[in-house]
């Protein structure tokens, strides 16, 4: 009789708690002075020269940071202006609003001059009304940041999003996913994981796991709702890792992002299942077996090494390090998100496309598309990354 083969994919190997209460001193840095050993001078101090104090002056001078929100007039694409305004956001960042009209008539048979007309009335009355309804959403958002421009583009959505991104120099892109379901972000492909396959800054995707649930059970969905919903920071952080040089951009991000504490984390690695070998003797397998106990165990302790980078700056945080075996990285990912109710899922990625599907880069594209909760895909920066946090008093309050 043959054996009924589990529909699970996905197993647990490792499973690891990190705790550690970390105290960390920091001593405020004197402008215009360093220190040094008594021995060496008398006061403990030496005066610097001006042209020290010069690059020292421009050393501490904050970088402006920039991001761009892409949005139209769907109700999911404005998620994403209330997240950005429930954020602390470093000083001086500019926001600039894109809104990128399609080209109606581009692929319409050149014959049919007066179809083609039409269209192009059509579009340009819409686009007059987009410009109309963009420049009143922009000054809306100006009084909360006031360093704020808006665009209005035509063309390829994802394609001039990412050309804008790159051409103003985009510092993140904060995005609002469509209310689509799954099924249908996978068969059409969500405008969010195709900017996050050509953007060349750190991409976030805004959507809210109960949100789903609410539509589902028709309950009346209002802008003092999704205001609360948008204020909420994350409570359950996946964070997934394959322990490559991306991977480690994820890690570092979470490690200098500001969370509240109590912030449930869990750092995650998926290897590929084992193939059970029913052939070979007794001897062969008791090898295979041992060997892939010692990758496990080489994964965990590279896990936990990255861990306690996290948990060394957030000591009032829970992370977890988990080992998961899986035919399908996305997969894993996405059962783990949905069977724990996570927040957000943050990976690492480079920016040039790579078709692997063992590799969390390519997995971001599938995990963004068919997640129910918001993904970071952290990407490679020239300079220090954007961090932000949220308000703790609006986490009060909401409770």
């Known amino acids: ?18 705790e550690q209460q970390v105290t960390a001193t920091v001593e405020p840095a004197v402008f215009g002075k360093s220190r040094v050993d008594d021995d060496d001078d008398d006061n403990g101090v030496i005066l610097l020269t001006d042209r020290q104090q010069t690059e020292m002056a421009a050393a501490v001078i904050e970088k ?39 080209d109606l008539t581009e692929g319409s048979p050149a014959g049919e001059l007066v179809h083609r007309m039409i269209l192009q009335a059509e579009q340009e009355e819409y686009r007059q009304s987009m410009e109309a309804w963009l420049t009143r ?20 959505i994802a394609e001039r999003i990412c050309q804008c991104a790159s051409t103003w120099g985009a510092d993140y892109i904060l995005i ?13 492909g969500s405008i969010a ?10 991409v976030e995707a805004i959507r809210f796991r109960n949100l789903k649930d609410m539509f589902s059970s028709g309950k009346e969905v209002t802008p003092e709702l999704i205001r609360e919903l948008a204020s909420q920071a994350p409570q359950r952080i996946i964070v997934a890792s ?13 490690a200098d992002s500001s969370l509240l504490d109590q912030t449930k984390i869990r750092l995650v690695a998926v290897t590929e299942a084992t193939k059970r070998d029913t052939v070979g003797t007794i001897i062969s397998r008791t090898k295979n077996y041992f060997t892939e106990h010692r990758h496990q165990r080489i994964i965990e302790e590279r896990l936990r090494a990255m861990g306690k980078r996290i948990i060394a700056r957030h000591p009032h945080c829970k992370l977890e390090v988990i080992v998961l075996q899986s035919d399908s990285v996305s997969d894993a990912i996405l059962e783990l998100a949905s069977s724990w109710g996570a927040d957000l899922v943050v990976g690492g990625m480079e920016c040039d496309y790579q078709s692997t599907e063992t590799d969390i880069g390519i997995s971001a594209v599938n995990i963004m598309d068919r997640l129910e909760c918001s993904a970071i895909a952290i990407k490679p920066s020239n300079g220090e990354p954007l961090h932000f946090s949220w308000y703790a008093g609006l986490q009060q309050s909401l409770s």
């Open 1 to 18: 009789m043959k054996k009924k083969k589990s529909k699970r994919k996905t197993k647990l190997c490792t499973r690891y708690l990190l």
């Open 176 to 188: 609002g996913s469509h209310e689509l379901t799954a099924a249908t972000r996978i068969a059409l």
């Open 242 to 254: 394959n322990l490559a040089d991306q991977s480690n951009l994820a890690v570092d991000w979470i």
């Open 193 to 202: 994981s195709q900017v996050l396959m050509r953007a060349p800054c750190p």
């Open 64 to 102: 402006t940071y920039k991001v761009l929100i892409p949005i139209n007039d769907q109700d999911s694409a404005l998620y994403a202006l209330e997240s950005a305004m429930a954020r602390r956001w470093p000083a001086g960042t500019q926001f600039m609003l894109i809104t990128v009209v399609e």
């Open 137 to 156: 959403l922009k000054d809306t958002f100006s009084l909360t940041f006031p360093n704020t421009g808006a665009t209005l583009e035509s063309g390829r």
